[in-house]
């Protein structure tokens, strides 16, 4: 029997699948946005996954974007 190794494209594979031609646009940090971050900052330089994501449900912001603001934060802080 011949397998045939064609992939399966279901709705879920295009809701994930990276276009590399497709432009992202940067989202700035608001001002209330970058406040409450830097509050959190003051107290974890470092805060864990839970507390990244209760931060991007309070504050309208991913996960992944909360955490690359606080890599970011901690290498302002080392210059």
């Known amino acids: 029997m011949i397998w045939k190794s064609t992939p399966k494209q279901?709705?879920?594979f295009?809701?994930?699948f990276y276009d590399?031609?497709?432009i992202k646009r940067r989202k700035r940090t608001t001002q209330e946005q970058t406040n409450a971050?830097?509050?959190v900052f003051q107290i974890y330089s470092k805060p864990t996954a839970k507390i990244?994501?209760?931060?991007s449900?309070?504050?309208s912001m991913s996960p992944r974007s909360i955490q690359i603001w606080f890599q970011?934060?901690?290498a302002?802080?080392?210059k």
Do not use: G, I, S, V
């Open 20 to 22: 590399p031609f497709k």
């Open 14 to 16: 295009h809701l994930n």
């Open 57 to 59: 449900e309070r504050l």
């Open 52 to 55: 990244r994501f209760l931060l």
């Open 37 to 39: 971050l830097e509050q």
């Open 76 to 78: 302002k802080e080392k």
């Open 10 to 12: 279901t709705d879920n």
């Open 72 to 74: 970011n934060r901690r």
